[in-house]
């Protein structure tokens, strides 16, 4: 039986499709499309299906079953958006202010988005879908793929959003294939919509969460505590004051006179007097989303006694406030989906509809993030062939790029099957050696183009990481898919200063052989060479969704100051090739 998930409702578009239960392909359509979260989070757009991911999935799953599958072998679609229980939601809700007019928000805006929902049943049907087509609460698709993606049998979860239908957090107790929901606490009391405000506050787009976070480290949490409580409420749960803040219409004289601050016109792009303010609202968000989050997972330890917890959501990719939650709320073990923006919940619509819908029994397990595309041999001789460079197949590929990576080049690795979700996880990354402090700031400068405040991720071997961080690595923890910050050990900051943060934290990623062989014996060939077990690994991108094929990281690999690009066992340098 095939199962396709669809998210496209808001945005970061993404298809997955199962056989009989299992992850044949789960991708997201910006890898395709080249654009950054696939599209726009409009009214007018939920409808705008991710035919490329969706046209992968096929492609993989006729190679997997040896014959040609299309929208006609599909039993069952599932889209994670209930419609009409978000226009009902959302259209008796009154504003403490005006909505801007025709958008979320309003009866225009809200009768739009559903009908452009609606209209995706029949367009799946237009396109040759003759099976059974479900509409799926968005956080039960979320919750889903935090806990049947998982390894445990029985579980807490959390989801947490800036906005389902209407709810913005959501806790369930997932047990065999159920998942009951406990409770959820509505818009306008969003942690989501509160970071992508403050992201536009400070300057930055409201997208850029990931900006806003790199930036707090620098601040102080202590001058705006009192300005951020005027907004942010804590209670059993957490209020937030939407007179202040007015998600829904660009408005920001509120925080302007919360925070005696105007709102900056430009992002933050780096750390001085004049920024000092902006970096400890920052400081402030982050210490009080750690706050309420730390509160909801020991308030969900209580409620349903699990020893486990599973988070989705786009609010779970914050590993500063995972890594506390992993060490204080009192669960054995954390799992956090490393798709838990909105693309997981493509993932998550299909797995509901196979464990809930269908009632088929599951295996708890971790669901490997490799689910994307790979590339053969053939296929990337040929995109080499056309680009111009010069290349040369490579017998022993790992210990000639730990060469080079000791050496202090910056090598673009592409290897195997793409990631699933927003962490490049070894096989789309770049890949430096931690130990020289001066590879960041070329990163961040030359390759990436982005700020100089912005940290990166050591890579370390799953087995060593206890020798180098502040961390036990657990089968399934955050840990493993670069969702987690930890400490790093005393003396470890002068042996590896491009990848701890200045809080003394990483972002780390434990790499084991079971998931990620190449990688893991590339890391430990650099190991034999330098008697460090660690690797900087950032994604493979500039400014660009992360690449995909051979030839984006061709593309990629041109315009950018990047030493050597790696694409399976080919070694490519930047000299033209000669032509005879």
Not at 3 to 23: D, K, Q
Request: net charge negative; aromatic share 10%.
């Amino acid at each position: 039986m095939l199962v396709l998930g669809i998210n496209c409702a808001y945005h970061e578009s993404a298809a997955c499709l199962l056989y009989n239960g299992r992850v044949v392909a789960a991708v997201e359509e910006e890898r395709f499309n080249r654009r950054k979260r696939a599209k726009a989070s409009l009214v007018t757009n939920a409808d705008e299906l991710p035919l490329h991911a969706v046209s992968h999935c096929f492609e993989a799953a006729s190679k997997l079953l040896g014959k040609n599958v299309d929208w006609s072998s599909i039993d069952h679609v599932g889209f994670s958006m209930l419609p009409e229980e978000r226009y009902r939601r959302n259209t008796e809700h009154a504003h403490p202010y005006t909505p801007l007019e025709g958008d979320f928000g309003t009866g225009t805006g809200e009768a739009l988005f559903r009908d452009r929902c609606l209209s995706v049943r029949e367009n799946v049907g237009a396109l040759g879908f003759a099976g059974s087509f479900h509409y799926i609460s968005h956080h039960q698709c979320h919750a889903a793929s935090a806990f049947h993606a998982s390894p445990f049998e029985d579980a807490a979860v959390l989801v947490v959003d800036g906005i389902a239908e209407f709810e913005s957090t959501t806790a369930y107790h997932g047990r065999g294939e159920a998942l009951e929901k406990l409770w959820s606490l509505d818009y306008p009391h969003s942690l989501g919509f509160l970071w992508e405000k403050m992201s536009q506050f400070l300057g930055f787009s409201e997208y850029d969460a990931c900006k806003v976070m790199g930036l707090a480290s620098y601040g102080d949490p202590a001058p705006f505590a009192h300005h951020f409580s005027q907004f942010v409420r804590n209670t059993d749960r957490f209020e937030i004051d939407d007179a202040v803040l007015h998600f829904r219409n660009g408005n920001f004289r509120g925080l302007e006179d919360a925070f005696g601050l105007s709102k900056r016109n430009n992002p933050v792009c780096s750390y001085s007097a004049e920024t000092k303010p902006y970096a400890d609202i920052a400081a402030t968000l982050q210490h009080k989303t750690e706050e309420i989050l730390l509160h909801l997972a020991k308030k969900l330890r209580a409620e349903t006694g699990s020893a486990n917890l599973g988070m989705a959501g786009g609010v779970a990719l914050n590993c500063v406030a995972n890594g506390r939650i992993a060490a204080e709320s009192g669960f054995d073990r954390v799992f956090v989906q490393p798709a838990s923006h909105d693309a997981g919940t493509a993932l998550g619509a299909a797995l509901s509809i196979w464990h809930e819908r269908l009632a088929k029994p599951r295996t708890p397990e971790n669901v490997s993030p490799y689910t994307g595309p790979s590339f053969t041999d053939e296929e990337i001789r040929v995109a080499l062939e056309k680009s111009g460079f010069a290349f040369q197949k490579i017998d022993d590929i790992t210990s000639h790029v730990a060469d080079l990576l000791a050496d202090g080049a910056i090598v673009a690795w592409f290897q195997g099957r793409m990631e699933f979700g927003p962490r490049a996880l070894g096989n789309r990354s770049l890949l430096a050696d931690p130990r020289r402090e001066s590879v960041r700031e070329v990163l961040n400068e030359k390759v990436k183009h982005r700020e100089p405040f912005r940290p990166f991720c050591p890579s370390v071997l799953a087995e060593r990481a206890a020798d180098w961080f502040d961390v036990e690595p657990q089968s399934g923890g955050p840990e493993y898919y670069m969702l987690r910050a930890v400490d790093a050990k005393e003396g470890v900051r002068e042996k590896i200063p491009a990848v701890v943060h200045v809080d003394g934290t990483c972002r780390i990623q434990a790499v084991d052989s079971a998931m990620n062989a190449r990688y893991h014996e590339l890391i430990s060939k650099f190991e034999e060479r330098t008697g460090v077990p660690v690797l900087l690994n950032t994604s493979f991108n500039d400014t660009e969704p992360i690449v995909c094929r051979p030839e984006d990281a061709i593309e990629t690999f041109r315009k950018t100051r990047i030493d050597w690009l790696v694409l399976g066992d080919y070694c490519v340098s930047r000299k033209a090739r000669d032509p005879s």
